[in-house]
């Protein structure tokens, strides 16, 4: 009776152990991560994920005195960015007062430093005119250059991005600070804040961050490692479910 009861309660432990082992397998193992298709751009799917700064219905009301932006932006403004076949690329819209831009900025710069990624820069600046001041200084530093390393300045700083500190900056990253001040109200800084707008129309981006990775729009903050997920899953051809 002793034996039976002994054997019954290591048959029991072995079914706990190995029922957990299964378990603890399914729950490790990667899921898809989970999108939604879009009506437009056709072939494109939508990613929700963390917060955004903005969201307000039609934040672009106001942001251009001069004209609303085109309705419909151009896929073709989408992805610039010269890339490898091996890359993946990756458009990123931001607004330099979005405190979560700040944190997915170095992010995507990591993984393009790594090599994988190919990233188009769109500035979006729905948060108030610092936001577009500070926008059209990254553009017209792009126009020297010098873009990232800016874009990279100016998120971490916490000043209000008057045309003397905009100045003082350029000159720390080596450009003409006068070409600087004189290309963000430039027809090319114009053209290049309508076309992303317009884009970020088209996909529906109501805040930042935003990017769109491959054929997968992911709408707010995105982890690191999901972040790769889905750059591998776009690099395998099989999107996500």
């Known amino acids: 009776m002793a034996g039976s009861r002994r054997q019954f309660l290591a048959v029991l432990t072995v079914g706990i152990v190995v029922s957990a082992g299964i378990s603890g397998l399914l729950r490790n193992r990667p899921q ?6 879009m009506s437009d751009p056709p072939g494109f799917r939508r990613m929700v994920q963390g917060p955004v700064s903005g969201g307000v219905p039609d934040p672009f009301v106001g942001l251009d005195s ?3 932006p085109p309705p419909q932006g151009d896929l073709a403004d989408l992805f610039t960015t010269p890339r490898t076949t091996a890359q993946i690329p990756v458009a990123v819209f931001s607004d330099f007062n979005c405190p979560y831009c700040r944190v997915l900025t170095r992010m995507v710069a ?3 430093e790594a090599g994988a990624i190919a990233v188009t ?3 979006l600046p729905l948060l108030g005119p610092g936001s577009e001041v500070a926008a059209r200084a990254a553009i017209a530093a792009d126009m020297q250059g010098g873009y990232l390393a800016f874009h990279k300045r100016l998120m971490r700083s916490a000043f209000r991005p008057s045309e003397a500190y905009l100045a003082d900056l350029a000159v720390e990253q080596g450009l003409d600070p006068q070409r600087l001040l004189a290309d963000m109200y430039g027809p090319e800084a114009e053209d290049r804040l309508r076309r992303s707008v317009a884009l970020a129309h088209r996909f529906g981006i109501i805040g930042t961050p935003a990017m769109v990775v491959g054929k997968v729009l992911v709408l707010g ?8 997920r889905l750059i591998a899953e776009q690099a395998g051809g099989t999107g996500a479910a």
Do not use: M
């Open 66 to 68: 001069r004209g609303a």
């Open 221 to 228: 903050e995105i982890s690191q490692r999901n972040f790769r």
């Open 32 to 37: 898809s991560l989970r999108t939604e298709p």
């Open 110 to 112: 990591d993984e393009a």
């Open 121 to 123: 820069w769109h500035e």
